[in-house]
């Protein structure tokens, strides 16, 4: 990793060992990116271990606190060493999943724009769908949540794969509970006026499945979106108008 780059990668992981040490790999190689920060919230199969051996920095949660801490907590160690070292200007913030494995080498189209100072926040679209085994209700409930709350209603609004600065990701927190903070995220920019823009990435993780594990990790989904959406008067009937704020 540079020592004089402008990006952090995060990288909220939980039970990703087989993956995460291609993913930490992949991310580091990254154009501008000097630090690779993984949240392990609470894994139990020796994820914190495999991104260390991967040059990565590890912040360790002793049980799982979900999605939304593990993005803040990693988000707040970037600060943290941005502080120390004095540095002139905060790095950007690019969350990736730990499941992505080598495909994280392909994230830099999501950096770019807010490089160049053309979008506050990225959000990925993947052009390598993977077929999941669940019926997509989370995926829409969240993009009409969306639309309803600012009028933009985007392709792939579950998406981790996201970078932004760190004045935007300072606008938005505190961040949503659990699997509520993409979608919250996005809401909370919007309403401030900031530049969200999804951009097509070469990116695919591991698909979801449809066993039970999976159809309780949809329910959580599912009930950490539609609080997030309520908390910001976003969960309405159909055809309401869009809520701004």
């Known amino acids: 990793m540079s020592s004089t780059g402008d990006t952090a990668v995060v990288i909220p992981a939980r039970n990703?060992?087989?993956?995460?040490?291609?993913?930490?790999?992949?991310?580091?190689?990254?154009?501008?990116v000097d630090?690779?920060?993984?949240?392990?919230?609470?894994?139990?199969?020796?994820?914190?271990?495999?991104?260390?051996?991967?040059?990565?920095?590890?912040?360790?949660?002793?049980?799982?606190?979900?999605?939304?801490?593990?993005?803040e907590n990693g988000a707040e160690a970037v600060r943290l060493l941005d502080a120390a070292e004095r540095r002139a200007a905060p790095r950007h913030l690019l969350f990736l999943d730990g499941d992505l494995g080598a495909a994280a080498g392909n994230a830099s189209p999501l950096i770019e724009p807010v490089r160049a100072g053309t979008a506050d926040m990225t959000i990925?679209?993947?052009?390598?769908?993977?077929?999941?085994?669940?019926?997509?209700?989370?995926?829409?409930?969240?993009?009409?949540?969306?639309?309803?709350?600012?009028?933009w209603q985007p392709a792939q609004p579950l998406n981790g794969q996201r970078c932004l600065t760190r004045d935007a990701l300072e606008k938005a927190r505190p961040l949503a509970r659990g699997f509520g903070a993409e979608t919250a995220l996005t809401i909370d920019l919007l309403r401030r006026?900031?530049?969200?823009?999804?951009?097509?990435?070469?990116?695919?993780?591991?698909?979801?499945?449809?066993?039970?594990?999976?159809?309780?990790?949809?329910?959580?989904?599912?009930?950490?979106?539609?609080?997030?959406l309520a908390a910001r008067r976003a969960l309405l009937p159909s055809g309401s108008p869009p809520v701004r704020g």
Do not use: Y
């Open 16 to 32: 990703e060992r087989d993956l995460i040490e291609a993913t930490v790999t992949s991310a580091a190689a990254l154009p501008g």
């Open 35 to 71: 630090l690779v920060i993984v949240v392990d919230d609470g894994s139990r199969d020796g994820t914190a271990s495999a991104a260390e051996g991967a040059g990565a920095t590890v912040v360790r949660h002793g049980r799982s606190c979900r999605k939304g801490a593990a993005m």
């Open 124 to 151: 990925a679209a993947f052009t390598n769908r993977v077929r999941l085994g669940g019926h997509g209700f989370v995926v829409r409930l969240s993009a009409a949540g969306i639309k309803r709350a600012t009028g």
């Open 193 to 228: 006026g900031l530049r969200v823009t999804e951009v097509d990435v070469d990116l695919a993780h591991r698909a979801t499945g449809a066993g039970w594990h999976a159809q309780l990790h949809r329910a959580r989904q599912f009930a950490d979106v539609a609080a997030a």
